[in-house]
């Protein structure tokens, strides 16, 4: 095991490693985490299409206006540029007479809400809005289309306890949106850093370390064992470090299992640590090989969502994103934070380990092809 411990040493001797492994992504985190704190805790701009006018939509304003969120009264057609131009943070459409199918239970009493999930914190709206209107239906059902018993209905919901309620769904939803967004830097870490320290392989190559272990008796096998080895315990060891100062020292909320969420970024990191050797392999010489890895990594942490979520892009290229790593290692990770188990989240899994296997037979067939020339 004298490459693995060497590895090791040489990894950890070097301050770029240690900016990469933990200094970026923490630093990151816990800016962006203020920034998202902060602006979880100030009303937002709601878009309303209000295609009824009722004295119940009415209320409904009056709510959002109780709130401090502040109303723009748009059209449907505005809410797709609004939305993206950064004028409105959610956007709520009421259908046509909705009042008065509320009242008889009959007709449209959906109301529509679009918005970029991850990005604002609508889901106080998202609640609010489904909580009323199922208590609206309840006290339709009950008041035989008379109008003043049902506004009397309306005006008892309102007195209930309900602010409680909403404090307490609006937080765990907020700060899972939140969380998930904040494992997107600790991936991005994981990538940078299992790419990068694959370069010790070509670091020996070139200062003719490789040969002279060859020489001495060192088996191909067991030197390219090691060393993969020793990358991924790196990987775990930066995962490890950067949940508990995730959990423990910045108070960031990562679910109701730290251990499953450890897993799922411990698999991702031997994949990206696959990706690394494959780059290598793939490359003639240090500056080559630095140049593929930010060629490949960089588009690939943007296409899975870790720098901003793939909500805001658009349709073809979340359909891209689906073919990168990093896409699924956030979608498991989102879940896990959510309380899903292990087992939920075995599709994602599967197809991380897919691309574990693409990226080791990438890397082999690069050695068998230079055995043979």
Do not use: H
């Amino acid at each position: 095991m004298t490459i693995f411990f060497n590895n090791i040493k040489r990894i950890f001797r070097k301050k770029s490693n240690l900016i990469v492994m933990f200094v970026l992504p923490i630093a990151l985190i816990a800016v962006i985490g203020s920034v998202y704190s902060s602006s979880s805790n100030a009303g937002i701009t709601i878009g309303l299409v209000d295609n009824d006018n009722s004295k119940l939509t009415s209320i409904i304003k009056d709510k959002f206006k109780a709130d401090k969120d502040e109303i723009k009264v748009i059209s449907k057609n505005e809410i797709k540029d609004d939305i993206i131009n950064k004028k409105i943070d959610t956007a709520v459409v009421i259908p046509k007479d909705f009042a008065k199918n509320v009242m008889n239970n009959s007709g449209d009493t959906n109301i529509q809400m679009y918005g970029i999930s991850g990005v604002t914190n609508d889901s106080s709206v998202k609640y609010y809005i489904n909580s009323f209107v199922n208590a609206a239906k309840n006290i339709g059902k009950a008041i035989d289309g008379d109008s003043d018993k049902f506004y009397a209905g309306i005006k008892e919901y309102q007195k209930g306890n309900f602010s409680s309620q909403l404090k307490y769904t609006n937080g765990q939803e907020n700060e899972e949106k939140i969380s998930s967004s904040l494992v997107g830097f600790l991936i991005m870490g994981v990538v940078y850093l299992s790419t990068m320290v694959t370069t010790l392989i070509l670091q020996d190559k070139k200062f003719g370390v490789y040969k002279r272990m060859f020489a001495s008796g060192v088996k191909s096998f067991n030197y390219m064992g090691e060393c993969i080895l020793s990358f991924i315990v790196v990987a775990f060891i930066q995962i490890i470090a950067i949940l508990l100062i995730m959990k423990y020292a910045l108070n960031i909320y990562l679910g109701p299992s730290i251990f499953n969420l450890f897993i799922v970024l411990a698999i991702f990191a031997i994949c990206t640590v696959a990706l690394g050797v494959a780059i290598c392999n793939r490359s003639k010489n240090l500056k080559q090989s630095s140049a593929l890895i930010m060629l490949v990594t960089t588009p690939m942490l943007m296409l899975g969502g870790c720098y901003w979520p793939r909500e805001i892009t658009p349709d073809i290229i979340q359909k891209i994103g689906d073919f990168v790593p990093t896409t699924w290692a956030l979608e498991a990770s989102s879940k896990i934070i959510s309380g899903s188990s292990i087992m939920e989240v075995g599709k994602e899994i599967g197809i991380i380990v897919v691309f574990i296997i693409v990226f080791s037979l990438i890397a082999m067939t690069k050695k068998v092809d230079s055995a043979n020339s």
